[in-house]
């Protein structure tokens, strides 16, 4: 299972950014992927998984409303559209199989990280 993310970077608040998660065609067909971030200081946190059976999707409340998580199966992609960002929003951001369920889990495999950083 290989999972490449990109498209982190510098963005003021209210502003908006795209994350792209490149994966394998295994990992796109048989696992649920999503993305996950980790701020200085805090513990990583699961904020948005789309299943690969049916598309489903989940989000943390953090990020509900501002955030949208899609597939795109030719390109073998996985997007995190990030809108209306927040300081608080700054972290490192992972992909990485996920499970849902009371909150997102992770299931084993995971990409590199991309910085994210919002400020003015």
Same mark, same amino acid.
């Given at each position: 299972?290989?999972?490449?993310?990109?498209?982190?970077? $510098?963005?003021?608040?209210?502003?908006?950014?795209?994350?792209?998660?490149?994966?394998?065609?295994?990992? $796109?067909?048989?696992?649920?992927?999503?993305?996950?971030?980790?701020?200085?200081?805090?513990?990583?946190?699961?904020?948005?998984?789309?299943?690969?059976?049916?598309?489903?999707?989940?989000?943390?409340?953090?990020?509900?409303?501002?955030?949208?998580?899609?597939?795109?199966?030719?390109?073998?992609?996985?997007?995190?559209?990030?809108?209306?960002?927040?300081?608080?929003?700054?972290?490192?951001?992972?992909?990485?199989?996920?499970?849902?369920?009371?909150?997102?889990?992770?299931?084993?495999?995971?990409?590199?990280?991309?910085?994210?950083?919002?400020?003015?």
């Amino acid at each position: 299972v290989q999972l490449q993310a990109s498209g982190g970077g $510098l963005v003021q608040p209210g502003g908006s950014l795209r994350l792209s998660c490149a994966a394998s065609r295994f990992a $796109l067909d048989y696992y649920a992927i999503g993305w996950f971030r980790q701020a200085p200081g805090k513990e990583r946190e699961g904020i948005s998984c789309i299943l690969s059976s049916d598309g489903r999707t989940q989000y943390a409340d953090s990020v509900k409303g501002r955030f949208t998580i899609s597939r795109d199966n030719a390109k073998y992609t996985v997007y995190l559209q990030m809108n209306s960002l927040k300081p608080e929003d700054t972290a490192v951001y992972y992909c990485a199989t996920c499970g849902i369920g009371d909150t997102i889990y992770h299931t084993g495999y995971w990409g590199q990280g991309t910085q994210v950083t919002v400020s003015s």
